[in-house]
């Protein structure tokens, strides 16, 4: 069972708001991860940090950022919710360490359950 | 273009039936391929993870194998249960770059009836 934690599970917002979606692992991994998802697609990766301090932007654009100011946590914040933002946010932790990924085994991903943010 | 495309899209079988499920992949150079099950509205949970040099990798019901040469795997469920219902998500990493680029399938929608 992976110790990996969002909040809140579901919200809904107007548009303008600012946000912050939550997320915290007790794992103790220095690689965390947010992706996006919206209903019968894949995941996009949108932010990622190899550790505290390390903030990267995925493949997808996003109007998003994000912070690392300790290993456990990892928030997602939206400075003006629209609509276009509605998804699911997921993120996620792996126990690699350094830039490159070697180990598969060590790479193996654990998610939270998402949050499901409706922009209205 | 790296890709990973999965069928079928969905499948309804029954309980106690087995099924296979379908990926392939034009990532390269190809690292290794993981399959995941996501309940709806969770996020996705590891089930196998295989280098190239696996070509069978089991977890309780469920046996996925991997043909790094036609780049093709299959996931395969044994004596479905209620439980199995569910997307199934192919994932492949590529070697060498930085954080080990993971692309997505879309994933099978499996659903198991009494």
């Known amino acids: 069972e992976a110790d990996i934690y969002q909040t809140p599970r579901y919200l809904v917002i107007g548009t303008g708001k600012k946000i912050t979606l939550e997320c915290s692992q007790t794992?103790?991994?220095?690689?965390m991860y947010w992706y996006q998802q919206d209903p019968g697609m894949e995941l996009h990766l949108i932010h990622y940090?190899?550790?505290?301090?390390?903030?990267e932007k995925g493949d997808l654009s996003s109007e998003s950022t994000v912070s690392r100011i300790r290993t456990e946590h990892f928030p997602l914040t939206l400075e003006s919710a629209r609509p276009s933002h509605t998804s699911q946010y997921l993120c996620?932790?792996?126990?690699?360490?350094?830039?490159?990924?070697?180990?598969?085994?060590?790479?193996?991903?654990?998610f939270g359950s998402g949050t499901q943010l409706s922009v209205l | 273009k790296n890709q990973v495309e999965q069928s079928p899209q969905s499948l309804i079988i029954l309980e106690g039936k087995n099924c296979t499920l379908q990926?392939?992949?034009?990532?390269?150079?190809?690292?290794?391929l993981r399959w995941y099950k996501q309940d709806t509205g969770r996020g996705p949970v590891s089930l196998t993870i295989m280098t190239f040099s696996e070509n069978t990798k089991s977890n309780g019901r469920y046996t996925a194998t991997l043909d790094a040469d036609t780049k093709q795997s299959s996931l395969h469920i044994t004596a479905s249960q209620l439980s199995d219902s569910a997307s199934y998500i192919c994932v492949v990493s590529d070697r060498g770059s930085t954080l080990g680029r993971l692309y997505f399938g879309r994933g099978t929608q499996l659903t198991v009836w009494p």
């Open positions: 996620a932790s792996s126990a690699g360490t350094g830039v490159k990924a070697t180990d598969p085994t060590n790479e193996k991903l654990f």
């Open positions: 794992m103790g991994h220095d690689k």
């Open positions: 940090s190899y550790g505290v301090n390390s903030t």
């Open positions: 990926c392939n992949y034009t990532v390269s150079p190809f690292s290794n």
